[in-house]
């Protein structure tokens, strides 16, 4: 590899990093908070990140520019990403990690961070001891979808699955802003630096209030 | 170092520099941002230094043997993933070695377990949907893939219903 293969790659991985910690996204709390339905960053992160990429890619492809009508888009095997996605989304809500995010967590100094990355090696030795058995690879050669791309697949203009996936976006907002109105809110970076629940720092609040209050009384008395 | 703790990046704004970050490494390289890929690398490699002979006759760590795995493009990036948020933790304040237990009901050890547990199911399933949150959720989905949309679908509902069992520890 070049160095300035391995440029882009440090660069590229860096602002990866960079903002997926700015986001919060290093703490398993608010990551997990999506799956409690409590906390829609992660939802909104996403989703907006993909919509953002996904206009910028088609508008790119328009006149080819950078290439990009030969962006690289992997076919789709069902199986082995529905068995995949499985493991991936079980092992999110047990661990608090993803891949990518478990790394976040290190960055910001998590152990439980590094232990998630060791297991992940593990599993790819598991997945390696397995691999030659008639299940794994039925799973990852099997039931392969004709079309590559979800336009290719229904026949439709790419613009109206972007039109779809921005009103998913609206919808997710609407209906994540009143779970997360009606349980203890987002957590905020004080929160997940100090490692407390949002709904503690409202009582705590609440008290400093009431203390407040109090003081106020005795003042005027 | 500042014990001054900076705000998070609102949702919307942090989306939207991804998906520029996103846009810029397809720009770049061709291809999206991945992670779990950097794993399976490192696992080939130590793999290489422990039992080189097992290794190299694995049907699936056999062709990654070829050549220095940790020269990979996406090692690199995930070494640069890890140097960007020790930078974006760092300079807000937000920096703390620690094992972060969650809610705090449960003890150190059992949640080591739970992260070790949670990464070996993560590192098997992303070589089965070659690729994780990252190179087919994200970077996949941004391409209007099938395989991306399929995977968020799933990993969000199977997410949501095993974090029911999780109640206690987060």
């Known amino acids: 590899m070049d160095y300035g293969t391995a440029g882009t790659a440090l660069a590229t991985g860096l602002l990866f990093g960079f903002v997926l910690e700015q986001a919060g996204f290093g703490s398993p709390c608010k990551l997990t908070a999506q799956f409690r339905l409590t906390d829609w960053s992660v939802f909104k992160v996403m989703f907006s990140a993909i919509i953002v990429a996904a206009i910028g890619i088609l508008l790119l492809q328009a006149n080819n520019t950078f ?64 691999y030659d058995s008639d299940f794994i690879q039925a799973a990852v050669n099997g039931a392969q979808v004709s079309a590559r791309t979800v336009p290719e697949l229904l026949g439709v203009s790419p613009w109206l699955v972007v039109a779809a996936m921005l009103l998913v976006l609206a919808g997710g907002f609407f209906a994540g802003r009143a779970l997360e109105q009606r349980s203890h809110g987002v957590y905020t970076a004080e929160d997940i630096t100090e490692g407390r629940a949002p709904d503690e720092s409202d009582e705590l609040g609440r008290d400093l209030g009431r203390e407040a209050s109090a003081a106020r009384r005795t003042d005027t008395d | ?56 006759e694995n049907a699936y760590l056999g062709g990654m043997a070829q050549g ?7 090692v690199i990036a995930a070494i640069g993933t890890l140097i ?74 199977v997410g949501i219903l095993i974090s029911l069992l999780m109640r206690r520890v987060w």
């Open chain 2, 84 to 157: 960007g948020a020790i930078l974006a933790a760092v300079s807000s304040g937000r920096f703390r070695v620690k094992v972060d237990r969650g809610s705090g009901r449960i003890g150190v050890a059992p949640r080591l377990l739970l992260a070790l547990g949670g990464g070996l199911l993560a590192g098997f399933g992303s070589r089965l949907a070659a690729g994780c949150t990252s190179g087919v959720g994200l970077s996949n989905t941004a391409m209007l893939g099938v395989a991306g949309f399929v995977f968020l679908i799933v990993f969000f509902v």
């Open chain 2, 68 to 74: 220095n795995p940790l020269a990979a493009w996406i």
């Open chain 1, 67 to 130: 290439g990009a009508q030969g962006f690289y888009v992997a076919e789709t095997y069902l199986w082995g990403t529905v068995l995949g996605a499985v493991l991936i989304g079980a092992g999110f809500a047990i661990g608090g990690y993803c891949p990518g995010t478990s790394v976040v967590g290190l960055g910001s100094g998590r152990i439980d961070g590094l232990v998630f990355m060791l297991g992940m090696v593990i599993g790819v030795w598991a997945f390696a001891g397995v």
């Open chain 2, 1 to 56: 170092m500042s014990c001054q703790v900076r705000p998070l990046w609102p949702p919307f704004i942090a989306g939207i520099v991804l998906g520029l970050v996103v846009l810029l490494t397809f720009v770049l390289v061709g291809n999206g941002m991945g992670s779990s890929g950097a794993f399976a690398r490192v696992a080939t490699e130590v793999g290489l230094q422990v039992a080189p002979e097992a290794t190299r």
